[in-house]
């Protein structure tokens, strides 16, 4: 009896226990409803409350997948693209035989020991390799031997240029020294006899382009067929000249000035210099 | 037999009514909102004890009711689905608030709110509410549903989603909770 008691005293108490209002302010609400959906996630029916946050989300998420991974794809065809066309061009070369080096340094060593010569870095900016001397004149050391040797000096990785850019900047170092050689000939050929101090001015000349030469028949210039026989005819007018001693009989001219003229070597230069090349540079 | 025929007529009604709002039909979602708003509002106002509060929970009830209504299975009656969601939107604002509504309480101790009995007395009363409100959620739930708000354990375990069992339990738990906190006033009862 006690406990029913306690439980209708409970009630009749608890009923002023947050007592609602007697009115609902339903119109009142139904606006805020209708206010708040309007300015909420447009509702979608057949599932979805927060879902639409949710999809969001989820879509946002996927979009940046795909974003992801569309730029891996990108990153990934750009190295694809670009090591298939460096392909050729990426195989470590050494020696002069393979004239593909970025910027090959040819080292001469012996008595010359010292010269370099250097390959532009792109051929296209500087296509002409150019002869220096370690005071950055330009020359061509001889070597004493033929001991030289070819070597990519740099230790730091270097870009590769194309096979063609570099072909084509020893083409253009080919027709400079072709012309240098023509300019030395023909003084050679005009000195006076009597001037000594003009035959050891030359001979100094011809010792550089005996040089250059030879570095020249060891590199792609000498493949082409008509190029590397006047090459060595001219390396060997070269050592001629530059074995000449200040005393020399003029039967030792003579015989250069033979040379010349038997092996036709001044046509054949001038014929291998393409009009308009810059001479004797 | 005719509260039978009433449930069996209101679920038809029910699904006619569910498969309007879903079909979009915007004066069938003011139906829904009409029939069951009284209820749900009382209710949150009930657990919540303020007209602004009560007001939220309700509005954002039939709002998510309507976002959510095409995935209404009709294993429970609509009302019960609709007090499902507004006992959880009600108890998960209430904690978010609780610290402020902890707060507000002892002003909101004198004003009147609503239509209260005046037969018990005020410090009846304030006890009793003091009372109420340290009562753990699930039997202050349960509690304003059955003793207060008047629904019967089978109404209260669908919409909270517990066996009828645990809900007489849970009430049994906080009558003798408040049988404790009333103690003092053990003659009014007992006499």
Redesign the interface.
Same mark, same amino acid.
């Given at each position: 009896m006690?406990e029913k008691?306690?439980?209708?005293?409970?009630?009749?108490?608890? !009923?002023?226990?947050?007592?609602?209002? %007697?009115r609902?302010? #339903?119109e009142?609400?139904?606006s805020?409803?209708q206010a708040? #959906?309007a300015a909420?996630p447009r $509702?979608?029916?057949?599932?979805?409350? %927060?879902?639409p946050a949710t999809r969001e989300k989820r879509f946002g998420t996927r979009v940046w997948i795909g974003a992801a991974a569309a730029a891996m794809l990108l990153v990934a065809t750009g190295v694809g693209i670009g090591r298939w066309t460096a392909g050729p061009a990426a195989a470590p070369a050494s020696g002069a035989a393979n004239p593909v080096l970025g910027k090959p340094v040819v080292v001469m060593q012996g008595p010359d020991a010292g010269a370099v010569i250097d390959q532009p870095a792109t051929a296209s900016t500087n296509p002409a390799p150019s002869l220096r001397s370690p005071s950055g004149r330009q020359v061509a050391t001889m070597s004493g031997q033929s001991n030289r040797s070819v070597t990519n000096s740099s230790n730091e990785p270097e870009r590769l240029p194309s096979v063609a850019g570099s072909s084509s900047a020893y083409q253009l170092t080919a027709v400079q020294h072709l012309s240098e050689a023509e300019a030395l000939l023909t003084s050679f050929r005009t000195r006076s006899t009597a001037d000594q101090q003009m035959d050891a001015q030359l001979g100094a000349w011809a010792r550089q382009l005996l040089s250059k030469t030879r570095l020249l028949l060891d590199s792609p210039v000498a493949n082409d067929p008509q190029r590397r026989p006047l090459l060595e005819d001219l390396e060997l007018v070269l050592v001629q000249i530059v074995q000449l001693s200040p005393g020399s009989t003029s039967q030792d001219r003579d015989m250069i000035e033979k040379t010349l003229q038997q092996d036709h070597v001044m046509t054949r230069l001038r014929t291998a210099i393409p009009a308009g090349a810059q001479r004797g540079s | 037999m005719q509260t039978v025929a009433n449930e069996s007529r209101s679920s038809v009604n029910d699904i006619e009514l569910i498969t309007r709002?879903?079909a979009?039909d915007a004066s069938a979602e003011?139906e829904l909102?009409?029939r069951h708003?009284?209820r749900i509002? #009382?209710l949150a106002?009930?657990?919540?004890?303020d @007209?602004d509060l009560?007001?939220d929970f309700?509005?954002a009830t039939?709002?998510?009711a309507?976002?959510?209504?095409?995935?209404f299975r009709g294993d429970s009656t609509l009302s019960t689905w609709l007090h499902s969601i507004g006992v959880s939107v009600a108890l998960n604002g209430l904690r978010r608030t609780k610290r402020l509504r902890n707060r507000e309480a002892p002003l909101e101790e004198g004003l009147t $709110?609503?239509?209260?009995?005046s @037969?018990?007395d005020p410090d009846?009363?304030e006890r009793?509410?003091r009372a109420?409100d340290s009562l753990s959620d699930k039997y202050r739930t349960v509690?304003?549903m059955h @003793?207060?708000e008047g629904y019967t354990h089978e109404e209260i375990g669908e919409t909270l989603n517990i066996p009828v069992g645990t809900s007489k339990s849970h009430l049994f738990q906080a #009558?003798g909770k408040?049988?404790v906190a009333?103690a003092d006033?053990a003659p !009014?009862? %007992?006499s």
């Open positions: 006690t008691n306690f439980e209708d005293f409970l009630k009749k108490a608890a !009923e002023s226990y947050n007592a609602p209002p %007697a609902t302010p #339903r009142e609400m139904w805020a409803i708040k #959906r909420g $509702v979608v029916y057949g599932g979805g409350s %927060a879902v | 709002v879903v979009g003011r909102y009409e708003v009284d509002y #009382r106002f009930r657990l919540a004890g @007209d009560a007001r309700t509005q039939f709002i998510r309507f976002e959510k209504i095409g995935s $709110v609503g239509a209260a009995s @037969d018990a009846l009363k009793l509410a109420i509690f304003v @003793d207060v #009558r408040l049988r009333l006033f !009014e009862w %007992a």
